[in-house]
T-cell receptor, first 113, second 110 residues
Framework: DAGVTQSPTHLIKTRGQHVTLRCSPI?????VSWYQQVLGQGPQFIFQ???????GRGNFPDRFSARQFPNYSSELNVNALLLGDSALYLC????????????FGQGTRLTVV | GEDVEQSLFLSVREGDSSVINCTYT??????LYWYKQEPGAGLQLLTY?????DMKQDQRLTVLLNKKDKHLSLRIADTQTGDSAIYFC??????????FGQGTELSVKP
């Protein structure tokens, strides 16, 4: 069975640019969450989507947005990139929206220069 | 507030047991997790415990939960060099949001 897949694995962008990160959850899982992990810290929650609806949002600016598609895959968009957005972006897949296991992908390493 | 705390470093000898500790904040957390992260990689779910359990054992891993003190621990028996990594504990808040600690870097010396 395929696990959580994220693309791309690495990305370099310039300040002010826009980026789109993609995630495909485990087959049968309907919930996708996004986390940002800055070097040396634990992951921080950005968004949760379940059945194409936003179920939770972390303390991130409006430059961050996301959506979930009918096949439960998801995109995370970040506009007007700042140097501080450089991080590992992790996607988590869960079968339900709460009280459930969460499985992570390998992440997308974003570097903003 | 939301704050999961872990000690930052642990060093053990190969073959010894490792115990990684964590304190969490929300007594209503339903699932509590342990994840392993190797350099440059994503998070690997090691094990989890449901809040109505005190202990869970899975091969070399033992998780202990003390709900009164909001304390979670992960014991790794017969620690190997391949266990060297950063270990994160996480609690689940309402709505499925995970709150992570800063991670404990485990170093296993031969």
């Amino acid at each position: 069975d395929a696990g959580v897949t994220q693309s791309p694995t690495h990305l370099i962008k310039t300040r002010g640019q826009h980026v789109t990160l993609r995630c495909s959850p485990i087959s049968g899982h309907k919930s996708v969450s996004w986390y940002q992990q800055v070097l040396g810290q634990g992951p921080q929650f950005i968004f949760q989507y379940y059945e194409k609806e936003e179920r939770g949002r972390g303390n991130f600016p409006d430059r961050f947005s996301a959506r979930q598609f009918p096949n439960y895959s998801s995109e995370l968009n970040v506009n007007a990139l700042l140097l501080g957005d450089s991080a590992l972006y992790l996607c988590a897949s869960s079968p339900r929206d709460r009280d459930t296991e969460a499985f992570f992908g390998q992440g997308t390493r974003l570097t903003v220069v | 507030g939301e704050d999961v705390e872990q000690s930052l470093f642990l060093s053990v000898r190969e073959g010894d047991s490792s115990v990684i500790n964590c304190t969490y904040t929300d007594s209503s957390s339903t699932y509590l997790y342990w994840y392993k992260q190797e350099p440059g990689a994503g998070l690997q779910l090691l094990t989890y415990i449901f809040s109505n359990m005190d202990m869970k054992q899975d091969q070399r891993l033992t998780v202990l939960l003390n709900k009164k003190d909001k304390h979670l621990s992960l014991r790794i028996a017969d620690t190997q060099t391949g266990d060297s990594a950063i270990y994160f504990c996480a609690e689940t808040l309402v709505g499925g949001k995970l709150i992570f600690g800063q991670g404990t870097e485990l170093s296993v010396k031969p």
